[in-house]
């Protein structure tokens, strides 16, 4: 692990240096988006990937796998997170939410037969949200300005570090083989997408930019995920809700 | 797309339920002043009830939560807020045209999603006053077999009734979503072209599913 570690606090630095200094997200009105012509082709470049690969890859998977099954195995790679879940809790101090992830993966292993099942949702143990890019939002790292990654999708500096940070502490890819890590990064993906086609080619149709719609929820739900739910800022309420006449 | 987890809530379709139930039974005739609260409430059940009727045709059942939906958005007030700034900038003729194109933008694009009611409840979990007078009324939607999603009403009174003027599903407001994609439209082109635009698609609008299929 000496390796990872160093990786990590290489990135955590990365991350401290390069984003404290970013500007704030602001959650009302237009986000900070200075990098917007990049960000919008490579938007393009990912939908047009998504529109010709990945989504109709998930219309085939999603005509030949009942839900049932799409989603036990969501299930499975929920669980497969557990490590990165765990760490994250600790990090933030999140005692229960440590806890809970713990009997979680426990019950969903075993009972949950490999975690494919989620027997523990029931029995009042809810899935958490919880990753490094939320992790460094918690210890005050600015998320930088509005990133959209080729393959990747939506981000921002700091979340894109926190993506490689839990990569790093996913534990399975390092004692699984290569291959079928890809392998089961694609099911992953095209499992993922066929759970969602109903959802996105809504909000395409919901939306007048499509982009700016993304990049508002991405914004948004990034920062609330941190907050874990704690109400927007009196600034925020204010240039929300409270437009001069 | 792997990093969009937000999208594993799965937002939009509920907006639907969302939009609906901020608001009361068709028709109900006032009975003095409805709490915020009790406006959320009661309407959670109406619109679920319409939602489950499975008597109704789709178009009845859309056109029934479109009705209550009219009734206890301020649509006013919602375009107002997402056009922010901007919105004096609009000539009174604009701003009319823009709150109808704005609303049937909503009516189209949501309205379609009541054939994907799958036996989901409501439950108001608390509410809050906010700055200005307004009240936070927070509801969780329970799916059976799927993770809960929290949806939040920004209500205000006008006319001595509560209103909804901004809905958050899963931390994502309708008002700031719709006022960023807005932004820049209105900015680089102006008003008028933004009209256009919404009329446009507007008048693409894909009819419901079932109707398409028949």
Known sequence: ?245 | MTTDRWWRRRITPWLVLGLGIASLTQARPALGEDSPTQVVETTTNAVIAVLANKALSAEQRRQQVEGIVYEHFDFVTLSKLVLARNWKQLSPQQQDAFVAEFKRHLSITYGRNVESYNNERAMVTGDRREAGDDWTVKTKIVRPAAAEILVDYRLRQLDGQWRVIDVTIEGVSLVANFRSQFQEIITAQGPDKLIELLREKNDRGEPLKSDASA
Not at chain 1, 140 to 147: A, C, I, S, T, W
Not at chain 1, 197 to 218: G, I
Request: hydrophobic letters at 45%.
């Open chain 1, 1 to 245: 692990m000496g390796r990872c570690r160093l990786l990590a606090l290489a990135l955590i630095a990365l991350a401290g240096l390069g984003l404290a200094r970013g500007a704030r997200a602001h959650t009302g009105g237009a986000e900070h988006d200075p990098l917007e012509r990049f960000n919008r082709a490579m938007f393009w470049f990912n939908d047009r990937l998504d529109v010709y690969a990945i989504e109709p890859a998930a219309k085939a998977w999603d005509a030949v796998l009942p839900d049932r099954v799409q989603r036990s195995l969501s299930n499975f790679f929920d669980n497969l997170r557990f490590p990165v879940l765990l760490m994250n809790d600790l990090l933030q101090g999140k005692g229960n939410a440590a806890a809970i992830d713990y009997t979680r993966f426990m019950v969903n292993t075993t009972i949950g037969l490999a975690g494919f099942f989620d027997p523990a949702t029931p029995l009042g143990l809810p899935k958490q949200n919880e990753d490094f890019g939320q992790t460094l939002g918690k210890w005050g790292v600015e998320p930088g300005p509005y990133l959209v990654m080729p393959i990747l999708g939506p981000s921002n500096p700091r979340d894109l570090v926190g993506s490689g940070v839990d990569s790093v502490f996913a534990v399975y890819p390092w004692v699984v083989e290569f291959p079928y890590t890809i392998v089961s990064r694609a099911v992953d993906i095209v499992n993922f997408r066929s759970l969602v086609l109903d959802d996105v080619r809504e909000a395409k149709a919901a939306s007048v930019d499509y982009y700016a719609a993304v990049r508002a929820a991405y914004t948004q739900r990034r920062e609330r995920l941190i907050n874990d739910g704690i109400e927007l800022s009196p600034e925020q309420q204010q240039d929300l809700y409270q437009v001069e006449e």
